[in-house]
């Protein structure tokens, strides 16, 4: 069903649900899913953690392209997909926290700091059999690929579904801020000079403001036949 898509590149906004839906789809093809999101939280979290001037970009650039991180196989059963460690720490939920959320953006805007982490990511997606999530998978990384997703919501309906995700963890949440700051981070994603964040010319657009996961992923699963 799968033999001529191999390499299958998903994008889209934050939350749109790419992550929840490449995994489900990597599972059930029995291929590498990568979220490549995980590398640019990874270098913020460094940068924060050593008290790093974030607007200095050769400083950030050089700690891109030098930091050890390591991505392993998931040694815990709490809804993460993979560990994400560095320096032996377990950083996989850290790199998820308010800090990294509100910093990663700018971060990730840095020319230099893009090439030293999409090179990691050509490399192993050339390998074949994965499906690599981020935003400019499709346009920039891996223009090759054989399925092109582009994963869209509204912003108010992302928002909602990671204030329903809060909730569910007994956590606070306040809706309006947390649709501020999806807005934001939109805002700062798609207007970068390099690698914006926009659908490939060749990628098929998929609105899931009125679909489940589950429909997501049957539509996806159709198009990979
Ligand atoms: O998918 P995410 O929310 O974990 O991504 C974190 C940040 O990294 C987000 O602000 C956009 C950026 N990113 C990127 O610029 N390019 C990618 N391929 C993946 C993520």
Same mark, same amino acid.
């Given at each position: 069903m799968t033999k001529n898509i191999s390499i299958i590149a998903l994008d889209g906004p934050a939350a749109s649900g790419k992550s929840t839906l490449g995994r489900t789809l990597a599972d059930s093809l029995g291929y590498l899913f990568f979220d490549t999101g995980i590398m640019y939280r990874a270098i913020t979290w460094i940068a924060l953690q050593h008290d790093?001037?974030?607007?200095?970009e050769t400083a950030i650039t050089e700690l891109a392209q030098n930091a050890q991180i390591d991505i392993r196989p998931?040694?815990?059963?709490?809804?993460?997909?993979c560990d994400v460690v560095i320096g032996e720490k377990d950083v996989t939920w850290d790199m998820r926290g308010d800090d990294v959320d509100a910093n990663v953006s700018v971060v990730s805007a840095y020319a230099g700091v893009r090439k030293a982490l999409s090179e990691h990511q050509r490399r192993i997606g050339l390998r074949g059999r994965v499906v690599m999530v981020g935003r400019?998978?499709?346009?920039? /990384?891996? *223009?090759?690929?054989d399925l092109k997703i582009y994963l869209d919501a509204s912003a108010e309906e992302r928002a909602k579904r990671r204030y329903e995700e809060i909730i569910a963890r007994g956590e606070n949440a306040d809706y309006d801020e947390i649709l501020k700051k999806v807005i934001e981070r939109d805002r700062i994603d798609s207007t970068r000079? /390099?690698? *914006?964040l926009r659908p490939a010319d060749d990628a098929v657009i998929?609105?899931?403001?009125?679909?489940?996961a589950a429909q997501v992923f049957n539509h996806v699963l159709e198009l990979c036949k």
């Open positions: 790093m001037d974030l607007r200095d998931s040694s815990k059963d709490d809804g993460r997909a400019d998978i499709g346009t920039v /990384v891996l *223009p090759e690929a000079a /390099v690698a *914006p998929i609105d899931s403001d009125k679909m489940d």
